[in-house]
């Protein structure tokens, strides 16, 4: 179907998955990801032109909760999970202009 | 002593939970190091909830269908303030803000919560060998994996440490372990049980269930984590299943369809002494009065592929959070995009990060068609397949795992063959339909089989009924 993936679609891949590879796990990600799309290949033999996709196996559609009052999220809760908080907020790095 | 017995011994007082716990805490101390079935043991909770039910019948209070039963749960469904790591080094030190439904419910009905237990981080892989915390040894073999991802409940039952576990199943990886650890493990269909505070893999497939030692404990554990859940918006609008007559009611007059694909046709792999168990399976269901014929699933042959790009895009997109700025360890760096990426880099091991980007390539511009569209296709036409089979059989049959439990190491280095586990197993996850795995016979290597039993969405109920069957005629021939 397609051309085996290759060392610099997988760099490529890596950057959009926020994931930082050594030249070493380049090349092991490359193949492996190579074997496993080249067997999915085999889906090349169906012909799917008339059949619809499915996204989810259940046909619940529109599921809304009754409009009651619940217990609220405990802020303080949650942030506690967080590396670093500051006036209720999680912190982080300088985002913008980052790359200047 | 099965868990009904032990819970009626603890409600008429004959017996304490403290007892119980003692005793396989014991267990757990004399073989927990050489199996690593836990991440977490939780000995000081664990005793506090067993006094509390003790407290609770000495009142004269009655604490639930699992009074005083000892539970292991997988470490991928959340602990209010314990932690919940996906044995991944990403969530190391994160101690979850709430507890998942099932927790509240196995507290409600009596249970005590013993520990978490190891898997594949974040339930990719199909041998607890992808562990931040090392791998879980099959107690029956310790040269050997138990399967995976929830090894470590698999693992546990067998061992003894408890008599029921909770697991999670994407692609297999309750009915898997099972079956390599000899032990019941059940998928009940998409939907029965709540996944709220599961920690979301493929959110599409993912469903918690059961682990137990016999077919009428797995039975029991389903219905009390099952029924609806308003918190979990694909939770099937049901009450808790009642399977307690189907273990009695016998397979007369079912029509049970043995799947072609893999039993011994289009799908290669399958071993040997794997298929004759499963010949002897149909001899006892028929013997048994139940109708088996073989059948074709054609599409199951394609499960694989499809659950395979399905599967890592799902994941690839549920895992962005993971990026270090609301929970989890942090790695510092001068911006927030070079701080995500440091973190996710440290965090993640090397099967998740295959996953990821195999998910984010097949959803990438220029390959969705190629990859995730053509593969929901073929999800539909697993449903329709499954659907034509339905229409003839009340069940359908085939092996758990396409061989008894390997070797530690034998597939660490080829991501593939590790995938090749799951291809009786998929097929479910994709159509979201149940199917349990009960150890019947034994291969060459003295090593347990499992056989699976698969029926439609929600038909529980009948699926159990062979379940009995097959373990009746199992024990029968031991």
Redesign the interface.
């Known amino acids: ?2 051309e085996r ?1 290759s060392r610099e ?2 760099a490529h ?2 950057r ?6 050594t030249d070493v ?1 380049l090349d092991a ?1 490359t193949n ?2 190579a ?3 080249e ?5 090349d033999a ?1 012909d ?1 032109e008339t ?8 046909p ?1 559609i529109n ?1 809304f ?2 409009d009651k009052l619940g217990e609220a999220v ?1 802020r303080e ?2 942030l ?5 908080v500051e006036n209720n907020q ?1 912190k ?4 913008l202009g ?1 790359h200047s | 002593m099965t868990v009904q017995e032990t819970v009626l011994a603890i409600q008429k007082g004959e017996m304490k939970a403290q007892e119980v716990l003692e005793s396989h805490l014991k267990t757990i101390q004399d073989r927990e190091e050489e199996i690593n079935a836990f991440n977490l043991v939780m000995t000081e909770e664990a005793i506090k909830e067993a006094e509390k039910i003790d407290s609770l019948v000495a009142e004269g209070k009655n604490p639930g269908p699992l009074t005083g039963i000892p539970v292991a749960v997988k470490d991928n469904i959340c602990t209010q303030g314990i932690p919940t790591t996906c044995s991944s080094n990403i969530l190391a030190g994160w101690l979850p803000p709430y507890d998942a439904t099932i927790v509240e419910r196995l507290r409600d009905a009596g249970a005590v919560i013993v520990g978490k237990t190891n898997l594949d981080e974040f339930a990719m892989g199909a041998s607890t060998e992808n562990s931040a915390f090392g791998p879980t040894r099959n107690p029956l073999d310790t040269t050997r994996v138990p399967g995976g991802s929830s090894g470590g409940s698999a693992a546990a039952v067998a061992a003894g440490f408890t008599p029921l576990a909770i697991g999670s199943d994407t692609g297999g990886s309750i009915r898997q372990p099972a079956a390599l650890c000899g032990v019941v493990g059940v998928k009940p269909t998409y939907g029965r049980v709540s996944r709220y505070g599961l920690v979301a893999f493929a959110s599409s497939l993912d469903q918690i269930g059961p682990f137990a030692e016999t077919v009428a404990d797995a039975a029991l554990l389903l219905e009390v984590i099952s029924g609806h859940d308003p918190l979990d918006t694909t939770s099937i609008p049901e009450p808790p299943l009642d399977l307690s007559s189907a273990l009695t009611q016998g397979v007369e007059g079912l029509r049970i369809g043995v799947i072609d694909e893999l039993s011994g046709g289009a799908i290669e792999g399958i071993s040997d002494d794997v298929l004759a168990c499963l010949e002897k399976a149909v001899e006892a269901l028929t013997s048994a009065g139940a109708i088996v014929e073989r059948t074709s699933v054609p599409s199951t042959v394609y499960g694989l592929s499809a659950y395979y790009v399905i599967a890592p895009a799902e994941a690839s997109s549920n895992l962005a959070r993971y990026d270090g700025v609301r929970f989890g360890p942090r790695v510092d760096a001068k911006t927030t995009s070079e701080m995500m990426v440091a973190t996710r880099t440290a965090g993640f091991g090397d099967e998740v990060k295959r996953r990821i980007m195999l998910g984010t390539y097949a959803l990438s511009a220029g390959y969705y068609d190629a990859y995730y569209g053509k593969s929901q296709k073929v999800r539909t036409l697993i449903m329709n397949d499954f659907a034509a089979a339905y229409e003839k059989f009340d069940l359908l049959l085939s092996p758990t795992a396409p061989t008894t439990a390997f070797p530690l190491g034998d597939k660490t280095e080829d991501p593939l063959q590790m995938y090749l586990q799951d291809i009786c197993t998929i097929s479910s996850n994709l159509a979201g339909h149940p199917a349990m795995s009960v150890p019947f016979g034994q291969g060459t290597d003295g090593l347990p089989v499992g056989i699976q039993v698969l029926a439609p969405a929600t038909d529980e109920h009948t699926m159990f009924r062979a379940g009995a069957i097959l373990e009746a005629s199992n024990q029968g021939q031991s």
Not at chain 1, 39 to 43: I, Q, R, T, Y
């Open positions: 179907m397609n993936i679609d997988v891949v890596a959009l998955a926020c994931l930082s590879l796990e990600f492996q990801l074997d496993i799309l067997h999915a290949a085999d889906l169906l799917l059949v619809e996709p499915t996204a989810h196996p259940l619940l599921v909760r009754d405990d809760k949650f506690a999970s967080a590396p670093e999680f982080v790095p300088p985002a980052e």
